[in-house]
């Protein structure tokens, strides 16, 4: 997801809902995009730790959020992709604190401790383990090997959607906003940087091309010097 300085007042950290799974809890906010703004949280009866995906129904419709989560959900048997945990759609929120309110849908995956690999790279210089870059590209590629397998193009593969174990070793293809089982699209959504060039200029698109265009850059960030911007994502030609 591409950063920006979300409004506080939709900060929902310290407010706890109830869910068919219990109380949950959120801890911390961790990063803010353009479809939505993620945090950590608790079920606070069996302690378990997981990431919450917040979507505004202003910013994404129930169905696009339901297609997300099980799109994921169909593919997750997989190691290197990261676990859907559930969907909690048309939530209100707006107490304690927060200055209005508004509806959302809940996305919970299970949380990764080492954070993404964009900010792996960042702060731990993680390009100059050579054989860690290999063995990154290789279960990133595996992961998306089995996406195609199973009808899925990903369309927003970079080291931030890119989730890492704590110890590095493992790392969770993650965040299927963009996903589609469809082959073709004309138009383009996704973020240039990593875009191949037929989507770069809103041509017609073969989808599984194009993520495998996107995982040859995997390995050219994690060695580059110095790191590249985040730049905003594409949806349909336009910036979001």
Known sequence: MTLFASSPGTNLTGRTIDSPHGALKF???LISGSSGTVYTAEYTKTH??????????????????AEEFYVQQDVQDHENIAHAVALYPNVR???????????????????????????????????????????????VLSAVEHCHEHGVSHRDIKPENILCSEDGRHVFLADFGLATTEDMVHCR????????????????SALRSSDLFSIKNVPRIELATPLPSLQKPLTCGHSA
């Open 27 to 29: 801890r911390r906010r």
């Open 48 to 65: 378990r730790q997981v990431a919450v995906k917040v979507i505004p129904r202003s910013n994404q419709s129930a169905d696009r959020s």
């Open 93 to 139: 929120l707006g107490h304690h604190g927060i200055h209005g309110s508004f509806t959302g849908d809940l996305l919970v995956f299970d949380f990764y401790r080492g954070g993404d690999l964009f900010t792996a790279i960042a702060s731990y210089h993680y390009g100059a383990q050579e054989d860690q870059i290999r063995d990154t590209f290789l279960q």
């Open 189 to 204: 959504r996704g973020s240039p940087m990593y875009m191949s060039w037929g989507e770069q200029i809103s041509t017609p």
